[in-house]
T-cell receptor
Framework: NAGVTQTPKFRILKIGQSMTLQCTQDMNHNYMYWYRQDPGMGLKLIYYSVGAGITDKGEVPNGYNVSRSTTEDFPLRLELAAPSQTSVYFC????????????FGSGTQLSVL | GNSVTQMEGPVTLSEEAFLTINCTYTATGYPSLFWYVQYPGEGLQLLLKATKADDKGSNKGFEATYRKETTSFHLEKGSVQVSDSAVYFCALSTTGANSKLTFGKGITLSVRP
């Protein structure tokens, strides 16, 4: 059971470039989340989804887009990368029947230079 | 809105020392409370949880008690090990199908032999 898989693990972008961070889960979870983690700032919610075809903004959605065409996949898109988007990105999922336990991927470390 | 406040870090302890990491929260209603742990290079994992006042969550020798009167959920361990070195996040979640976790800033614990 792979759990939540994120790719790539590391990436360096130039200002203005675009990229997609991939997230896949094999637990048939309805709820999926994207967080960014900045040093000393904890985790901030970017976007979340409660099921295929449904997405909603979190605390810090500006500069990002998401889609949820299947239960398994929840990609995060950066259209015009900016230095402020340098961060570690985590994807997470949970079973809609369980309110508490989030399963996290191992993260993507992104640098925008 | 909801918020979680953790004590400032980092914390450095010797092996077998007693650990306390403070966490207080602000929330409407009756949240569930959590401690997540992040080991180096990995995503977050649920360490323990408590869903109502006076509940005690425990796992791997760690404990935390849900104190409604002081709005606190302090993490304790009687004897830390080097393998406990990690970043610890306190979090809360309000009830409801669309509830989301609110995280504290996290605190880094280093345990030296």
């Amino acid at each position: 059971n792979a759990g939540v898989t994120q790719t790539p693990k590391f990436r360096i972008l130039k200002i203005g470039q675009s990229m997609t961070l991939q997230c896949t889960q094999d637990m048939n979870h309805n709820y999926m989340y994207w967080y960014r983690q900045d040093p000393g700032m904890g985790l901030k919610l970017i976007y979340y989804s409660v099921g295929a075809g449904i997405t909603d903004k979190g605390e810090v959605p500006n500069g990002y887009n998401v889609s949820r065409s299947t239960t398994e996949d929840f990609p995060l898109r950066l259209e015009l990368a900016a230095p402020s988007q340098t961060s570690v990105y985590f994807c997470a999922s949970r079973d809609s029947l369980s309110n508490e336990k989030l399963f996290f991927g191992s993260g993507t470390q992104l640098s925008v230079l | 809105g909801n918020s979680v406040t953790q004590m400032e870090g980092p914390v450095t302890l010797s092996e077998e020392a007693f650990l306390t990491i403070n966490c207080t929260y602000t929330a409407t209603g009756y949240p569930s409370l959590f401690w997540y742990v992040q080991y180096p290079g990995e995503g977050l994992q649920l360490l323990l949880k408590a869903t109502k006042a006076d509940d005690k969550g425990s796992n791997k020798g760690f404990e935390a008690t849900y104190r409604k009167e002081t709005t606190s959920f302090h993490l304790e361990k009687g004897s830390v090990q080097v393998s406990d070195s990690a970043v610890y996040f306190c979090a809360l979640s309000t009830t409801g199908a669309n509830s989301k976790l609110t995280f504290g800033k996290g605190i880094t614990l280093s345990v030296r032999p």
